[in-house]
């Protein structure tokens, strides 16, 4: 026999309100995204037709993707980004699992003492001008590795992927070292196996802070060959003629206005992650709670 909980005129009209606000949410929170991609598609003369401000467009137009891809420096750009991104995320992964493992074990000798230097270096750090004086030290300057190397290792992803570890059934890892395995071997073939959710979290965490580096290209890149997506973006937002960022030809400006230019690169910038985090995103969630259980 089974039961069929009947829900009350209360509980009806609390769900559909409920509903409705997060119905509403979602749409002021989408509608920024649906405006720059309206735009980047918008032809010149319906763009100022609108006064600049178009919801429905009646026509659509792929000249502002074709001229920022036409220009050398997006291009480019978007090169340095994707690659800060994939081997920054490789290498973020890789530094913290050697680093996190080894700690998830209170047999590890100085392991409190190591565990107390990290977490005092998210409360304290030397500063900005410290750590440029170092990358400048390191001949990291207007070099590409001066975006990947420094803060290889974030101490709240350390701490997350540690617990993780220590919520591992012990057992495993026991039956592995009873079977011969190393602690490298039974790292790689037992408990990074079991770690998938939590290494996609901790790698979505990276790739993203990568995707989204400004600060560092700011700081450490001159070269303008060198300079990541967001400083370039950023550039483009505040330059008042577009032509001269993109050293496209001022002919094919005259069909389309700069801010149409401009939200085309919005675009590009941010859709690779929208595509790439619906593919993460059931990992997402299991990760981050099954490393926040316990500190």
């Known amino acids: ?32 995204l649906y405006y720059v991609v309206v735009v980047s598609l ?37 090169k340095i980004t994707v690659f800060i991104t994939v081997v920054g995320t490789i290498l973020n992964l890789v530094v913290t699992t050697l680093l996190a493992y080894p700690l998830s074990k209170k047999s590890v000798p100085g392991r409190n003492f190591i565990l107390m230097a990290l ?45 993780y570890f220590e919520n591992l059934p012990a057992e495993v890892e026991e039956a592995a070292k009873v079977d011969g395995c190393s602690d490298i071997q039974t ?7 079991l770690s998938a959710p939590i290494m996609a979290t901790i790698g979505l965490f990276y790739g993203v802070t990568h995707w989204n580096e400004y600060f560092k290209g700011i700081f450490y890149i001159s070269d303008k060959t060198l300079m990541p997506m967001q400083v370039v973006l950023r550039s483009m937002i505040q330059a008042p003629n577009v032509s001269s960022e993109l050293s496209i030809n001022s002919l094919a400006l005259d069909a389309l206005p700069p801010e149409t230019i401009k939200m085309a690169v ?28 316990k500190g």
């Open 42 to 78: 918008t032809p010149y003369i319906e763009v100022m037709k609108n006064g600049g401000f178009v919801i429905w467009p009646e026509h659509l137009t792929f000249q502002a993707y074709k001229e920022i891809f036409g220009s050398a420096r997006i291009p480019q750009a978007l």
């Open 119 to 163: 977490v005092f270096t998210m409360i304290f750090s030397g500063g900005i001008i410290p750590l440029y004086i170092m990358v400048r030290s390191l001949g990291l300057y207007d070099s590409v590795w001066a975006l990947v190397i420094p803060g290889m290792v974030s101490t709240f992803n350390l701490l997350i992927v540690k617990t």
């Open 187 to 193: 790292l790689f073939r037992i408990v990074l196996p």
């Open 266 to 293: 919005v675009v590009v910038a941010t859709l690779p992650l929208l595509i790439i985090y619906p593919f993460l995103q059931k990992y997402f969630v299991k990760g981050a709670l099954l490393g926040s259980v």
């Open 1 to 32: 026999m089974s039961f069929v909980l009947q829900k009350s005129k209360g509980d009806k009209v609390a769900d559909a309100a409920i509903n409705t606000v997060l119905t509403l949410f979602a749409l002021v929170t989408l509608f920024p």
